[in-house]
């Protein structure tokens, strides 16, 4: 099992190592078992959990695809120093089909197929960042009715509202024209192109203080306002998904024209946008400051002719394993390891934060990197660095543990100087079912092999000795009496409503183990109730030697006496026997051209055909009385060899298909009858007594007579008196080359068969055909190739007739 789970482990690595979760890499020299994380195989083992897979074709698949044996030994290693165990459900089927199975069995799943979802999760790691521009609820469309911003620039098609209002009232609608102008009553033209809200707003006003007096002292207000807003044209170039001029509300923001484009590439920079504006770069915009403190700062808006230029990012890392967020990562030169993890939301519960692993591409090869874990705030990543937070190891720095006859077994912190009997109190005492002689602790050693100790516990639950020190990783079982026994059982059987097996009970009594057998059956009698009882003096040496004690009861079917009151004993066999004198009913069922058809119960066991023929009325004219048929269910099971034998007839048959052969196999069978002498002589040997389930079928007159099998043109034909069996095989065409005229036979319409028959070998003899009879010609059997052997001897006795007959002749 361990090999399995080795093996599970390494076609993990062969996917990961792949370009494509779905397709495995065809040179697997190059593999190595650092490129599986903890966290990985252990998700692995969980998925191979419920997945069956075989060890040969696996291990066939590594082979010829190159795989070290290096590597094998080195994730081994991992393996059994992460104490990982395959302990599915399946387990058991699938050691049996690994090892002894059939083929179709073991290679019931494929190992791409087994791992594919898996990885899929694993190892499809996403640039981080890139979620926020292919997310469809994240839309990043401007504000369209938000209130008019301080710092809106005015330029040509905005749309401004003038409001006076108090002791003058006034309203206008003012369009800013191309040359960046506005026509206001009173005040005529106004340049307002490039002004921001408020420095337009002081603008008209001053001009209109000399017609509205009252402006100056606050008895009259001005307010202007966005109406209908311009577009703007901004212009996206360097690595972005989709470059090019784009048209937007002047009220549009940095991150809305990435959005609209598609945002970087996977080789674009998300922390290093520029923002270029009159040729110069005004804003660099780094994504990093929103995604992961949700600052906006950066996302400034736009003005007309706005460039935003993206460049190629230059220090990519990926980083994996125990992290809230593992995925491909954007550094700026200043960033260090421990910014990296911060941005990967942080170590897990689970991760190892003493050392972080990873490798480094170099000029010509790769590196490992080891960083501690004090020094990942000063640690500087670098481009194509990839790094893995491992899980911590599976063990233990202070655990014991106690199992067995205990009310809270489990593990427990091991404290100085800890004893056994500190640790039973711990687990709240023992359960009253302790075996009080010794326990069997398991002390692991510094080299990790086991060692046993029998440990004393009866003056330990006394109190008057503390018992063995425990040490780490200490594992202490407490038996139970009824561990150290055989599973003490009582057996029913007979007329009672639940025969089978049960626990004994101390105290248990005959009465009470037929009551838990739901008491008697209809056909129970309490007189004779047998107990055989185990003898444990056995005189072995003497043939006629009893082997067990039989304890005779007679009781009552009620239960209402004291005989069973009887006290068992372990293992004891209890037969109750049915009365002589109690029989159920036996019934039959008789069908077809008869005046009643019915189901009867037989008055006897000893009623015949002749009487139930009687009882249903008597035959109708239109009975085929030739054709009549018993059908009897089968009272034993049909052995391998007949079904064999059936299954191998069937194929030669070519009129039969596979499916009509399953009625060969049915549990009842036919009994040929003659029904016309069982009338005639009522009680003779021929009036067979019935039984049980019997079916007897009274067909209707039938004067046909059917050909099937190897004939040219199988069919019904109408039955002539006097014509012979060749004659009808020759109306349906007679014989093909594949069929047999000598192998044909008849079967007659009561289910009664006869054959051809050749009188001194030489002379055919038809047998005779009547109505409803079907003729059937199989196919010739296949002839076997030319025996030299069988030649040679056939050769060796011509030879020896002829020297005989010259003998004779002289």
Do not use: C, W
Request: a positive charge.
């Amino acid at each position: 099992m361990r090999l399995k789970l080795i093996l599970f482990a390494l076609l993990a690595i062969l996917v990961a190592t792949s370009s494509h979760a779905q397709q495995l890499p065809a040179d697997l020299s190059s593999v190595k078992a650092s490129q599986i994380s903890d966290t990985q195989l252990e998700r692995l083992v969980a998925q191979a959990k419920s997945n069956g897979l075989s060890i040969s074709d696996v291990e066939s698949e590594l082979s010829r695809r190159g795989m070290p044996g290096s590597e094998v030994l080195l994730l081994k290693q991992r393996v059994e120093a992460l104490g990982l165990s395959y302990t599915s459900t399946s387990s058991v089927t699938d050691s049996v089909s690994a090892d002894r199975g059939p083929a179709s069995a073991r290679k019931v799943n494929k190992p791409t197929k087994v791992f594919q979802p898996l990885f899929k999760e694993v190892e499809e790691l996403t640039l981080f960042g890139s979620e926020l521009f292919s997310n469809t609820n994240l839309s990043f469309e401007p504000d369209l009715r938000m209130a008019t911003p301080p710092g809106y620039i005015i330029g040509p098609d905005d749309e401004l509202l003038l409001n006076i209002y108090g002791l003058n009232v006034s309203q206008q609608t003012l369009r800013v024209s191309p040359e960046g102008t506005v026509t206001v009553k009173y005040a005529g033209v106004i340049a307002v192109n490039g002004l921001s809200i408020e420095a337009a707003t002081s603008l008209i006003r001053s001009r209109l203080l000399k017609f509205y007096p009252s402006l100056s002292n606050g008895q009259t207000k001005l307010q202007l306002s966005l109406g209908n807003i311009r577009s703007i044209r901004v212009i996206l170039i360097g690595a972005i998904e989709r470059p090019g001029t784009y048209t937007l509300p002047s009220l549009a923001t940095l991150f809305n024209a990435l959005y609209v484009s598609g945002g970087p590439k996977q080789n674009g920079s998300f922390r290093r946008i520029e923002l270029i504006r009159n040729n110069k770069v005004i804003e660099v915009a780094d994504l990093y400051d929103f995604l992961v403190r949700g600052d906006l700062g950066s996302n400034i808006r736009l003005q007309d002719n706005d460039v935003i230029r993206i460049p190629f990012t230059s220090n990519l890392i990926t980083m994996k394993g125990q992290l809230n967020r593992p995925g491909i990562f954007e550094l700026l030169p200043s960033d260090k390891l421990e910014d990296a993890i911060n941005y990967a939301g942080g170590f897990t519960s689970k991760a190892f934060r003493g050392r972080i692993t990873g490798t480094r591409i170099l000029d010509f090869n790769r590196s490992i990197v080891d960083v501690s874990g004090d020094s990942l705030a000063f640690f500087i990543p670098k481009n194509g660095d990839e790094y893995v937070i491992d899980s911590v190891i599976n063990r233990f720095t202070n655990r014991v543990m106690i199992t067995g006859a205990i009310f809270k077994p489990g593990s427990y912190a091991l404290e100085p100087n800890m004893s056994l009997g500190s640790l039973i109190r711990k687990a709240q005492g023992v359960k009253e079912d302790v075996f009080d002689g010794s326990a069997i602790l398991v002390r692991t050693r510094p080299n990790l092999t086991k060692e046993y100790i029998n440990a004393e516990i009866k003056k330990v639950l006394e109190g008057s000795d503390p018992g063995i020190t425990l040490l780490k990783d200490d594992s202490i079982h407490i038996a139970s009496i009824f561990d150290l026994r055989d599973s003490i059982t009582v057996s029913i059987n007979g007329a009672v409503r639940k025969p089978g097996v049960f626990r004994f009970e101390d105290s248990l009594s005959l009465k009470a183990l037929i009551m838990k057998a739901g008491g008697y059956a209809d056909n129970a009698t309490g007189m004779g109730i047998e107990i055989s009882r185990r003898k444990r003096n056995i005189e072995v040496n003497k043939p006629e030697s009893e082997i067990v004690d039989l304890i005779t009861i007679n009781d009552s079917a009620q239960l209402n006496g004291n005989a069973t009151n009887i006290i068992l004993k372990p293992f004891d066999i209890v037969s109750i026997k049915e009365s002589p004198y109690y029989k159920k009913q036996i019934s039959i069922k008789i069908t077809g051209e008869v005046l009643m058809p019915s189901v009867y119960t037989l008055q006897s066991r000893e009623e015949r055909l002749s009487s139930i023929i009687r009882r249903s009325g008597g035959l109708l004219y239109t009975a085929d009385i030739r054709g009549a048929k018993l059908i009897r269910k089968k009272k034993e099971l049909l052995d391998s060899t007949e079904v064999k034998r059936l299954i191998t007839s069937v194929q030669r048959d070519t009129t039969i298909s596979y499916k009509d052969s399953i009625s060969l196999l049915k549990d009842t069978r036919d009994v040929a009858i003659d029904l016309d002498y069982i009338l005639k002589h009522p009680g003779s040997a021929d009036d067979i007594t019935l039984e049980d389930e019997d079916e007897l079928v009274i067909p209707r007159i039938n004067n046909t007579v059917s050909i099937n099998g190897e004939v040219f043109k199988p069919l019904d034909i109408m039955y002539e008196k006097g014509k012979s069996m060749r004659n009808y095989i020759n109306d349906a065409g007679g014989v093909t080359p594949q069929g047999s005229r000598r192998r044909a036979f008849l079967i007659y319409a009561n289910g009664s068969a006869a054959k051809i028959q050749r009188p001194l070998g030489i002379f055919r003899r038809y047998p005779k055909v009547m109505p409803g009879a079907s003729i059937f010609v199989p196919q010739r059997p296949k002839r076997e190739g030319f025996d030299v052997g069988k030649a040679g001897i056939f050769i060796s006795a011509i030879t020896a007739l002829i020297t005989a007959a010259s003998l004779i002749t002289r």
